[in-house]
């Protein structure tokens, strides 16, 4: 590459110091988010807690896994912000009546009963991070998570995760989603990296021939939202196109995440070298669609949220989300490719992160920008956790074939 500023170049000193300054900082932002029981604030522009806002359990899940990250890193006091976390967990974001966690806590103590497979996803992926680093309590937090999934999430039939309960596990919501699924992958493959149980990567396999399936027969943008019978809803939410998790249309972002994943499970199943390097094509192709879609689509840097089904931007505002899945995906292409564009779009996206994105006044990253780059908050006001930033900074250091988890635990070893 020509001209691209060190601190920016996949592979370079500059970039290594550079990525783990950033992650740093994030790591700082937020040490204020446990509330007394445990369970994640939802945090303001500079880390203030929101604390007139529910308590998520996909909030508390993301914190704990990220502070589980931290202590592998070696950040001071990051152990005791996972216990935090493991203990809102087991307390009061779990249903003991019922089993599962509730989506939420009230600013008064109530519960949102409903049973989130996205939430349930994430207590996989916390409660894996959490036993790699040992704990207490953690491993049993694992094994309730497993059980609990498996009994109610996972249709083994079918080979996909159903999406939403109520309370008592006794009617399931006939909507069925692709973001609960994509998590529920990451999960699968975090859960599988941590306990050697190899199952959970299967399951993340027949989540994925799935998606290649749809999105092959779909010109590469990914069909989001289904009915009950997993025929496809494209229609769905088109009169709230900006939904905050079943948004109308294409989301280039789901598209740039799936193909980390996707190449994650290539580099990490038991699969022919015929298949690998199939998964790995189908990776790319999703790369390439969304940022074409995407990336500066409407004349300013960024990518846009949603497109309709011809690649044309529906939302155009930028979320934080998918520019940090942008630098974990090219990064994990270059590396595993070879080849320069992806490096080339990786420091192109780090640029963009510095002179947008990363909030240096307050702290952690601005969630949501319109199209022109400045500040909006209809979708994500404040800075509700550090899942997504904090991985962008530390997945292009590491093995693209194992979870962060795992993965900065053995770089920390």
Known sequence: ???????????????????????????DFGHAFPSPGGGSYWLGDDGTPWKDRNRETWITCRMTHVYSLAAFVGHPGAGALVDAGLRGLRGELHDDANGGWYAAVTPEGGHVGTKQCYAHAFVLLASSSATLLGRPGAAELLADAQDVFLNRFWDDEVGLSV?????DFAELDPYRGLNANMHSVEAFLA???VTGDESWRKRAGRIIDHVIGWSENNDWRIPEHFHEDWSLDLECNRDKPDDQFKPYGATPGHGIEWARLITQYALSAPIADSKK???????????????????DADGAPGIVYTTDWEGKPVVHDRMHWTLAEAINTSSTLAHVTGKPEYAERYAEFLQYADEYVIDRVNGSWFHQLDRNNRLLNTVWPGKSDLYHAAQSMMIPLNDPSLSIAPAAKQSGD
């Open 1 to 27: 590459m020509q001209n691209v500023e060190a601190k920016y170049a996949l592979g370079a000193p500059e970039n290594r110091a550079w990525l783990n300054e950033q992650r740093d900082n994030l790591m």
């Open 163 to 167: 999406d939403t309960w109520n309370e």
């Open 191 to 193: 859960v599988s990296d």
């Open 277 to 295: 390097a199939k998964l790995i094509d189908v990776a790319e192709h999703l790369f390439h669609c969304a940022v074409a879609d995407g990336w």
